[in-house]
């Protein structure tokens, strides 16, 4: 498996909630190593540059508004197949239908507040992390 590093953002309800220790943990039990983490208010900027791919979705609007809500914790994860281990911790985009074990199936209640983002390709990954850490 290749070294790999990916964007993980706990989003505005998960700090809200107070859940940005277990999160961490987490990621760090899988051996996933930190390379780089703030805490941030997500401007709408920032908001439409991470979220360009959706721009024109009825969507869209709910997940600036969700994503610009609060304080955001964003961290650039390292490991073996970073990106896929990272989403597969996650869990589905709706935590209704996340299984036990996952971030959202263990901590999610309901959409749009689905507790975290994880890049979903090294492309994608590459591209939010130089959104976030472009000094990375």
Do not use: C, W
């Not at 993980?8 to 700090?15: A, F, H, I, Q, R």
């Not at 209704?96 to 199936?105: L, M, Q």
């Amino acid at each position: 498996m290749e070294i790999e590093r990916t964007l993980v953002l706990v989003k505005p309800d998960g700090v809200r909630r107070g859940l940005v220790g277990k999160i961490i943990t987490r990621f760090e039990r899988l051996q996933m190593k930190i390379i780089a983490m703030k805490l941030i208010k997500v401007d709408d900027d920032l908001a439409a540059r991470h979220y360009a791919e959706h721009e024109g979705e009825p969507f869209y609007s709910k997940l600036i508004s969700f994503i610009t809500s609060g304080d955001v914790v964003a961290m650039v994860l390292e490991g073996k197949a970073a990106v896929s281990v990272a989403r597969k911790e996650i869990g589905p985009t709706d935590p209704v239908e996340a299984p036990p074990g996952t971030i959202r199936g263990d901590f999610g209640l309901e959409m749009p507040e689905n507790l975290a983002h994880g890049s979903d390709s090294p492309e994608s990954a590459r591209k939010e992390i130089s959104i976030f850490f472009p000094d990375l």
